[in-house]
């Protein structure tokens, strides 16, 4: 069987072909290396090489197996500045064209594969199009469990960011309308102060049994931000440092209507007054203390 040298005239790689090759396809043959299919048949011709009309024509029993191409490339060889030997490549052209469907003639599904077996796929086989598929579903998941992480972040920290962030306050708590949460504020009860406070008795009230007093106090809150309202602890004592009569009071009760729902500003006082009963004993003392329920 003769064997003949062709050159794809797209990336200028020589193979070597044999007559039955260039008649399966009528000559047409996929370069191994650019993927292009041309005409094996003109490349002989340009080439200077012509084949006998009768050999191509003549038909010829099909092998078992397909045959088997060899690419050519040019590799300097020293001493020899202007020509080089022909050598045989690992990556082989095959017959057929990517536009025709496999699987309606047996030798039109046949591929000349590569001589060697750890030769890499073809790209046709290599990749078999779910790849930009599975990167979409995978960029899409990172950034749906991204939004989620950074909107359960915002809810756990709304108080703290709306506290040391005033601006954010507004948006939080039109958020929180809708899904019935409360943005609140961050709690320092150490940097709550009682900065003077007095018990006297009240001199509008009082009876044998039960003493009206009254109390004043003036609340400072030292914190570099606005916090809740404190509850008031009041204990009052006798002689014997004993308690007569303790009572919590909220900020609902010292406070006037209008700022019970309004935070402690920053480095602000606040006076509050309190009418108070006592029973039993006659109290000669007293403690307060604040602290959040």
């Not at 001589?115 to 979409?136: E, I, Y």
Request: hydrophobic fraction near 40%.
């Amino acid at each position: 069987m003769n064997t003949l040298i062709a050159r794809c005239p797209h990336c200028d790689t020589s193979f070597r072909v044999v007559p039955d090759q260039l008649r399966v396809r009528n000559g047409k043959v996929r370069c191994g290396v650019c993927h292009r299919i041309f005409d094996a048949r003109a490349a002989l011709a340009d080439a200077g090489i012509s084949l006998d009309d009768d050999e191509i024509a003549a038909p010829r029993a099909r092998s078992a197996s397909p045959p088997v191409v060899q690419r050519e490339r040019h590799e300097p060889e020293l001493g020899r500045p202007s020509e080089s030997p022909w050598v045989a490549s690992d990556r082989e052209p095959r017959i057929g064209d990517s536009e025709l469907h496999h699987g309606s003639h047996s030798t039109e599904s046949r591929r000349f594969s590569a001589s060697r077996p750890d030769a890499p796929l073809p790209p046709a086989l290599a990749n078999n199009g779910n790849g930009g598929v599975m990167r979409l579903l995978f960029g899409l998941g990172f950034w749906i469990a991204l939004l989620v992480l950074l909107a359960q972040a915002l809810y756990w920290w709304r108080t703290p960011l709306a506290t040391h962030i005033p601006a954010l306050r507004a948006p939080f708590e039109a958020v929180c309308l809708s899904f019935g949460c409360e943005v609140g504020s961050v709690r320092a009860p150490q940097r709550l102060a009682i900065v003077s406070s007095a018990v006297q008795p009240d001199v509008f009230g009082g009876t044998a049994d039960a003493q009206r007093l009254r109390l004043q106090a003036v609340l400072r809150n030292r914190a570099s931000h606005a916090q809740p309202w404190p509850t008031l602890e009041v204990t009052l004592t006798d002689h014997a440092d004993g308690v007569v009569a303790r009572r919590a009071v909220p900020p609902e009760v010292y406070l006037p209507a209008g700022e019970q729902h309004l935070p402690f500003p920053a480095g602000a006082e606040r006076e509050i007054h309190l009418s108070l009963v006592a029973h039993g004993a006659p109290v000669t003392g007293y403690r307060l203390a604040l602290f959040f329920p």
